[in-house]
Structure formats: C-alpha cells, structure tokens
C-alpha cells in the first residue's frame, strides 16, 4: 500500500532523504531511452496494487511468490530441523553499498531500443541453459538487447571468476511486459564482439512462467536476482513490497519453486534453494529504527528466500551511492537479527531434479 503522503515525508525525514534518488556516478547501460548511474536511471515504486515497479516497469503480476505475503503462510513441517542448520546464531548483514568506490551490491540498468548483442558462453552448460532470444540477422540463437556498456556487478576490474552480474530491463511493453535480461560471469565487452558471460536468463516480467525444472540461472536457484535486490529507492520511499534475496553457505540439492536448480549436498536436513523465510511477528523491533526498520518490515511480510550459495544470513541489495548515508544504520540494526529469529513457510514440496 503506497504510504500516506505525510507519513512518507516523516520517514524520508528520518532517513535523512529529500526524495530524490541519487545516481551513482558510473555509467549506466542504456537504450535509446537508458538511464544513467548504477540504477539505471529514475525509478518509482507505485505501480498497480501493491507491486513495486522500476521506472515504468512492474515486477512480476501481483501473484508472482516475489510479490507474496507470507505473513500468513503455514510454517513447514520441516522449519525448526532446517533453521538448526542454518547457522542460527549468525548475524544478518546487508551486503551493498555504494558505487562509485566501492563497486559493492549489484547494479542494474534499463532502457530500450537496444542493438541486440550476440552472447559467446564460456561455460559448458551455458547454450543448455541459456534462454534463446534468436539474432535478428540469423546469425545466432542467443542475442540479447543489453547495451555493451551496461554496468557490471563489481565494475570492469572485478576478478574475472567472481560472480560479475549483468542485470538489465528492456523497457518495451511496458508496464506489464517489460523482459528482464540476466548473466553470470559476463566479462568485459571489446569492440563490437558482444557479451561473452557463463550462462543468461530472460523473464517476462508480465508472467509468472519458470524456467525449465534443472535450469540455473544468473543465481544458482536458477530464480531472477532483479526482483530480490533491496533497493535505495523503495527503502527512501518507505517499503519495500517483495521478498529479498538471501545467500546461505551450505545447501540441499534440492529446490522449491520458483526456483528450478539446486547446488548443494546430500544432506536433506539443509535449506533448498528457494526455500521461504520470514521474520518471526514477534521480534521486537521497537529499537530498530530508519532505513532498518524498512528492511524489518518487510522481512515479516515478504521474507527472504534461498538463491544462491554465499556467505549465511547475506541479503542483497543493489549498488547506489545513496547507501553512504545509511549503511552504519543498517550494519548495526540487521546485524542484531539472527538466524533463529527466523521460521520456514509452506510454500511448495522440495524437487530433486540433479543437474
């Protein structure tokens, strides 16, 4: 629900924000209509409903798990035997910040009109699991309209072999069906060759459609990271109206949609990718106070769910140097969450699809 007008100019006061969503001074990817800076230009959090949007796109129909409540949901059968394993003692800890010095967080840009750019995979398993999107002019099965100077998850100098994220909405259709283009391991572009990444994934941000069962993605749960990123603007704004992206170290190999791909071990008694988790109604979050309560909030309504393998109790967020004035905020208050102040939800039987 979009806040009352004056209780969001009370919590912009609070957060110590005018309104406006600083850039970050990189570059940013861009179309014919591409923003600039690490968020890929303007963005709102309206939209239809109670679904967020980026500058003109909604982020998946209202039904969309992304977009789900689980405040309500039953808890699993299984939620005390997973969260034992969970690391319950660990701290939560926000992992973003600023762009331009320290490059940390993930990035995304926006636009269309776009040249599509042919997509050379490094990794075996990139063509098998990569969404085709066929070259206009035949010349390949896998082009997509990501600008060569899109912004990349740790900036051009980050190590060639880390995650190096590439995140970019095709504004066109909007606002319901915007496509959202993912890789992993994308490397620099040079002259006019296009990407070459490890894998990449496309999603109609007006379907709640999944990848094939088996499939990964940009994220090893095989979801989309985009939707799961905790951004600056819906945090200035006052809510954050999704679920947030969560990395735990050690994992089942095993999945609940939506996600579809699993990276982990044998041990059944460790959380699937995809699994569901919220913030216990009763912590008390009375101490906890600015853009830390926003993230509270919405960890009680929307929860986190597994994507990826990665450091435990690890949420992520987007790159913007508007964080610089938040982040002792949010390192402090988050790092008093812990595991076990967390409980597992219902939401779908664990798949064991083994590649």
Request: glycine share 14%; net charge negative.
């Amino acid at each position: 629900m979009r806040l009352a007008q004056p209780i969001l100019l009370s919590m912009l006061m609070a957060l110590g924000c005018s309104g406006q969503n600083p850039a970050a001074s990189g570059a940013g990817g861009g179309g014919a209509n591409g923003g600039s800076g690490a968020n890929g230009g303007a963005q709102s959090f309206g939209g239809s409903g109670t679904v967020g949007t980026i500058g003109a796109c909604t982020i998946f129909p209202s039904d969309n798990p992304w977009n789900q409540d689980v405040s309500g949901t039953a808890l699993h059968a299984n939620s005390a035997t997973y969260m034992a394993n969970m690391a319950p003692t660990r701290g939560m800890h926000p992992d973003w910040g600023n762009w331009s010095t320290d490059h940390y967080g993930i990035p995304f840009g926006s636009g269309t009109g776009a040249t599509p750019q042919p997509i050379t995979w490094s990794a075996s398993w990139g063509p098998s699991e990569s969404d085709t999107n066929p070259c206009p002019t035949g010349g390949g099965q896998f082009c997509y309209p990501i600008p060569l100077g899109a912004l990349i998850e740790g900036g051009q100098g980050a190590s060639s072999d880390s995650d190096r994220h590439v995140l970019y909405i095709d504004t066109a259709g909007a606002p319901n069906n915007c496509t959202l283009y993912e890789l992993y391991n994308a490397q620099n572009p040079t002259g006019s060759s296009g990407w070459t990444a490890a894998n990449g994934a496309i999603f109609h941000l007006g379907s709640n459609a999944l990848r094939p069962d088996g499939w990964t993605s940009a994220d090893a749960a095989g979801l989309p990271i985009l939707p799961g990123l905790v951004r600056y603007d819906e945090v200035a704004a006052g809510e954050i109206r999704h679920a947030i992206r969560l990395t735990m170290n050690s994992t089942y190999q095993g999945y609940i949609h939506p996600a579809t791909h699993a990276a982990g071990s044998s041990n059944a008694a460790l959380p699937p990718m995809g699994l569901r988790l919220r913030l216990k109604a009763s912590f008390d979050a009375s101490a906890i106070t600015g853009a830390s309560l926003v993230i509270v909030t919405a960890l009680k309504k929307y929860g986190v769910i597994v994507a990826d393998n990665g450091s435990d109790w690890y949420i992520t967020g987007e790159s913007n140097d508007g964080w610089d004035n938040y982040m002792d905020n949010l390192s402090t208050n988050l790092g008093k969450i812990h595991g076990s102040d967390f409980e597992v939800v219902d939401t779908g039987p664990v798949l064991t699809a083994t590649n």
